[in-house]
Structure formats: structure tokens, C-alpha cells
């Protein structure tokens, strides 16, 4: 087991994001989603947002976990 020291900042994790399905490549966020056992890219993006929403596109229609899902009923809300 790894403790901090007295004022020692905790390391983040790289390529970490706050978003399911969201990571970090340099400078950029990419979205990925796993669909029969395989990842599938859903792109780079600017904003860890963006990514994370465009994750949601894909995982809705397939019934898993979103990361904004008042704007996915939103979104479908509109569409009827």
C-alpha cells in the first residue's frame, strides 16, 4: 500500500476522465464504446464533454448507462 506524505498532492491517473467511455490522448478526448466484445472509436474531441455526450449517442440506443441521461430523455422528448 502506497500512503501520501503530509502535503503530497495524489497523482491522477492519465488519459483519466470523469466521463464513461471518455479518455484522454494528448491534448485531445476520444470516445469509445465496447459493442460485441470490441471497442469502437466515436472520435477526438476538444472538450471531455463533448466526447462524453457523443459517448451517450451510442450507448442509448443500445440500452447501457448514459453519463447525461436528463439529456438524452430530453433529446428523445423532442423527437416524438
Not at 502506497?2 to 495524489?10: H, I, R, T
Not at 478526448?29 to 464533454?49: P, Y
Not at 451510442?58 to 422528448?77: H, M, Q
Request: hydrophobic share 40%.
Amino acid at each position: 500500500v502506497n500512503f501520501s506524505k503530509e502535503g503530497q498532492v495524489p497523482a491522477k491517473k492519465r488519459g483519466s476522465s470523469q466521463y464513461h467511455g471518455v479518455t484522454k490522448q494528448g491534448n485531445k478526448w476520444c470516445a469509445r464504446i465496447g459493442i460485441n466484445g470490441k471497442m469502437k472509436g466515436l472520435g477526438t474531441f476538444e472538450s471531455e464533454e463533448a466526447a462524453a455526450r457523443k459517448f451517450d449517442e451510442a450507448a442509448a440506443p443500445l440500452g447501457r448507462a448514459v453519463n447525461f441521461p436528463l439529456s438524452i430523455e430530453k433529446a428523445e422528448a423532442a423527437l416524438a
